[in-house]
């Protein structure tokens, strides 16, 4: 199954607990069918080293809805190529 969201993108939450939030995709994994947003589902993990830590946790692709599509260059744009006009 082919996913339409991709890194990059901007995405609402649609579904859960963080019903409502909306946020840039952090990391897709299309095999699982899952995706990190940006500020959605934080959670806390502890360690003896670093001490607290948060992180975003992953999704389902189902929960979130495209609100605006990944760019791949923002300031690459399409430019039409003049042809000349040829006489024999």
């Given at each position: 199954m082919k996913l339409g969201i991709k890194k990059g993108a901007k995405v609402?939450?649609?579904s859960g607990a963080d019903k409502g939030r909306s946020?840039?995709?952090l990391e897709v994994d299309?095999?699982?069918l899952r995706l990190r947003v940006e500020g959605v589902r934080v959670q806390t993990k502890h360690s003896k080293?670093?001490?607290l830590s948060k992180a975003e946790g992953?999704?389902?692709y189902s929960n979130v809805k495209l609100t605006e599509a990944a760019?791949?260059?923002a300031s690459k744009k399409k430019t039409a190529k003049k042809t000349a006009n040829k006489t024999a």
């Open positions: 609402q939450v649609i946020g840039t995709v299309p095999s699982n080293q670093n001490g992953y999704i389902h760019t791949k260059g």
